[in-house]
């Protein structure tokens, strides 16, 4: 398999010592007969995690970021780097990861079966509990909330079909082919960290391409749910910029009603788990016009690539919010609305043909 192939993995201070060893054995012990590369990328660098870095992977190139530049930029540093060397495809990996042997070579060949494909996620199982998933791809709910497919369900292989369409692939383990990153760009580095891959996955759609799930590409992700303020501030303000980024102008209009009573839910939600002051301050954003112009430029690169319309988007999304980590009476009269209203739009989105 005559391919070129960049791994690209993250670190963030601490973060090496914890969990490299385990990831970077899977990396050598891959059975991918083409080129690989291998990134690492250290945000918030000191003399101490290079050094750490060049002792552990003196094959890799080092990618120093002084700052913490977050996931979508980091990520984006060495992909940049691998089109800039002609790599066909770039993998990214969590450093909390363990690939089974020939998850790389399941990727590639996976990708290989169609031009269509954007975009391939391993099988994410977790760690150390081996016989559960993670995520066989992730889903969108159609107000933007994004989560993993299958999420703690014990695997069952007769259940799971190779090359099953998802909305968007995990960037925990996820092969993207450089070709249709070029064309579409990279992460959206404003997002700073969560929501970006379900962004990219989102306009690799609307562009025609697929994204993926490559059943046999297995992956273990050692898994933990962080319930941080900083982790809900991310991922509330992201989705609300991924939705107003993504969705036509007159599908935003359609949503708005189901978009209010969610934000009344959700402010809710913020002051009894005590992120209140970081809801607000999402809110306050959208009165500032520095927001107004990163939405308004990322609708016009949106349109550039749009060949996809909303109407059949849906088709793939969900009016049911399915958080594994979060359980309450509130959301399951919050899903029986949103379930009944996301029916509704879908008529509507067929009907006028959007």
Request: net charge positive.
């Amino acid at each position: 398999m005559n391919k070129r192939v960049a791994i690209i993995l993250i670190n963030y201070k601490e973060y090496a010592k914890k969990y490299l060893d385990d990831c970077l054995y899977s990396i050598r012990e891959q059975d991918f007969s083409g080129l690989v590369k291998l990134y690492i990328v250290d945000n918030a660098s000191s003399e101490e995690t290079v050094s750490y870095l060049k002792d552990k992977a003196p094959e890799a190139e080092l990618i120093i970021n002084k700052g913490n530049d977050g996931f979508a930029k980091g990520n984006n540093d060495a992909i940049l780097k691998a089109i800039e060397e002609s790599f066909d495809y770039v993998f990214l990996l969590n450093m909390d990861t363990i690939a089974d042997k020939s998850a790389l070579s399941k990727l590639v060949e996976s990708i290989e079966k169609d031009d269509k494909i954007g975009a391939v996620q391993s099988r994410l199982m977790l760690h150390p509990d081996k016989e559960r998933i993670n995520s066989l791809g992730n889903s969108t709910h159609f107000l933007g909330f994004g989560f993993c497919l299958s999420y703690g369900d014990k695997y069952e292989e007769e259940k799971v079909k190779d090359l099953e369409k998802i909305f968007y692939p995990s960037g925990a383990a996820v092969l993207f082919r450089v070709s249709v990153l070029k064309e579409l760009g990279l992460f959206d580095e404003d997002y700073f960290m969560y929501s970006e891959d379900q962004d990219l996955g989102w306009r690799i759609w609307l562009a025609g391409y697929l994204c993926v799930l490559s059943k046999d590409s297995v992956v273990y992700h050692k898994y933990e749910f962080a319930r941080s303020i900083s982790k809900y501030y991310y991922m509330d303000r992201n989705r609300i910029i991924t939705a107003l980024k993504n969705y036509r102008l007159v599908t935003l209009i359609i949503l708005a009603p189901a978009f209010i009573v969610m934000e009344i839910g959700l402010l809710y939600f913020s002051i009894k788990n005590g992120w209140y002051k970081e809801k607000i301050k999402i809110w306050l954003e959208f009165f500032t016009l520095d927001f107004w112009k990163k939405i308004k430029k990322g609708r016009k690169e949106v349109i550039k690539i749009r060949k996809v319309k909303d109407k059949d988007l849906f088709k793939m999304m969900s009016g049911k919010i399915s958080y594994q980590e979060i359980s309450s009476p509130l959301l399951f009269v919050a899903n029986l609305f949103l379930n009944m209203y996301f029916i509704f739009v879908k008529f509507l989105l067929r009907l006028f043909n959007i």
